[in-house]
């Protein structure tokens, strides 16, 4: 079965640091890209970061770019996603996210974790 399994995120004071994990099975890791998303209350879902399958090319939406970092461990199909310098601009619901991923069953065009909470707040 094809997962995304999502841990880390919780409460925060701005400045501070907090760290997500998504744990990924079922399918070839190594494969994908993968992404960060997040959404606010009342805003769209948005891209946050994006890292490419052997972990060499990153891209990074400008409102986080130089505070947040993606990485991947494809030994342990792990990406997480270190953020930095938090600012109560950054609370939202964070997804992690792999797109068109072909199994021998099937094909899934979306995978999304299952989303965790981060609060930035004093």
């Known amino acids: 079965q094809v997962r995304l399994w999502q841990s880390g995120g919780g409460l925060v004071q701005p400045g501070g640091s907090l760290r997500l994990s998504c744990a990924a099975s079922?399918?070839?890791?190594?494969?994908?890209?993968m992404n960060w998303y997040r959404q606010a209350p009342g805003k769209e879902r948005e891209l946050v970061a994006t890292?490419?399958?052997?972990?060499?090319?990153?891209i990074y939406a400008d409102a986080v770019k130089g505070r947040f970092t993606i990485s991947r461990d494809n030994a342990e199909s792990t990406v997480d996603l270190q953020m930095n310098s938090l600012t109560p601009e950054d609370a939202a619901k964070y997804y992690c996210?792999?797109?068109?991923?072909?199994?021998?069953?099937?094909?899934?065009?979306?995978?999304w974790g299952q989303g965790t909470l981060v609060t930035v707040s004093s």
């Open positions: 996210n792999t797109k068109n991923v072909v199994t021998a069953i099937h094909t899934y065009l979306e995978v």
């Open positions: 079922g399918f070839t890791f190594s494969t994908y890209a």
């Open positions: 890292i490419s399958g052997d972990g060499g090319s990153t």
